[in-house]
């Protein structure tokens, strides 16, 4: 089926609003199960309409999963944008010393991934935007971020929430962010570079670019 240029829209409106804006958490009826292997552990997660990628894990998340480097034995790590909780969640099982922060603007990914974490036997700290800084900053700042980035919510927003973020990790810390070339992975890049933050890419696996970025 065919969409009109305002119905595609619409449809990407839509979109915005469900994952990227602040919404109360998921009642038990809304909730839904994802069978999913986790840094090599079988695990039943639980998942709600008005999260990102809310049926399966994502392919990009997928890759960075696959593909990163493995993080360092210890440190503070942050999942940015955390959604249902992958990401936090392979940290936390990868690394079980590491001191593991997990971010999102929307109340029913915070609350799902806490859920999720508690099913994984995991302790993270999970919360609002102002809330994981004041962590971070507390902590000294961060060793390591992981972000499949939500390139959705357009170029100036996403660019102002690498630049909140980026700027918190440690001399020798790294962000690994994974984006589809398709969705502007080697234009951020540069532009990552031309900030200041030495950005290379480590590869690229069906269409999805993964890089690493270094601090300032």
Not at 62 to 76: I, M, N, Q, R, S
Not at 140 to 155: A, E, F, H, Q, T
Not at 173 to 183: C, D, H, P, S, T
Request: aromatic share 6%.
């Amino acid at each position: 089926m065919a969409y009109t240029h305002e119905e595609t829209k619409n449809n990407t409106l839509e979109v915005m609003e469900q994952y990227f804006t602040d919404q109360p958490a998921a009642l038990a009826a809304e909730r839904t199960s994802i069978e999913v292997t986790l840094a090599g552990k079988k695990l039943s997660l639980e998942s709600a309409q008005g999260v990102f990628s809310a049926r399966q894990l994502d392919k990009a998340t997928a890759v960075l999963l696959a593909e990163a480097p493995p993080p360092p034995e210890a440190g503070t790590f942050l999942d940015l944008g955390c959604g249902w909780g992958p990401l936090a969640i392979s940290l936390g099982i990868f690394r079980p010393k590491a001191n593991v922060l997990a971010v999102d603007v929307n109340e029913r990914a915070r609350d799902l991934t806490r859920t999720n974490a508690q099913r994984a036997g995991l302790c993270l700290k999970v919360g609002s935007p102002e809330e994981i800084l004041a962590a971070a900053r507390a902590a000294g700042g961060l060793d390591l971020i992981w972000s499949n980035p939500p390139v959705r919510i357009g170029k100036k927003p996403l660019q102002e929430l690498l630049l909140t973020w980026l700027p918190l990790l440690k001399p020798g810390g790294e962000a690994i962010l994974v984006m589809g070339k398709n969705l502007g992975a080697d234009s951020m890049q540069k532009w990552l570079c031309a900030q200041g933050f030495p950005t290379r890419r480590l590869a690229s696996k069906a269409g999805v670019r993964r890089l690493a970025v270094s601090p300032a």
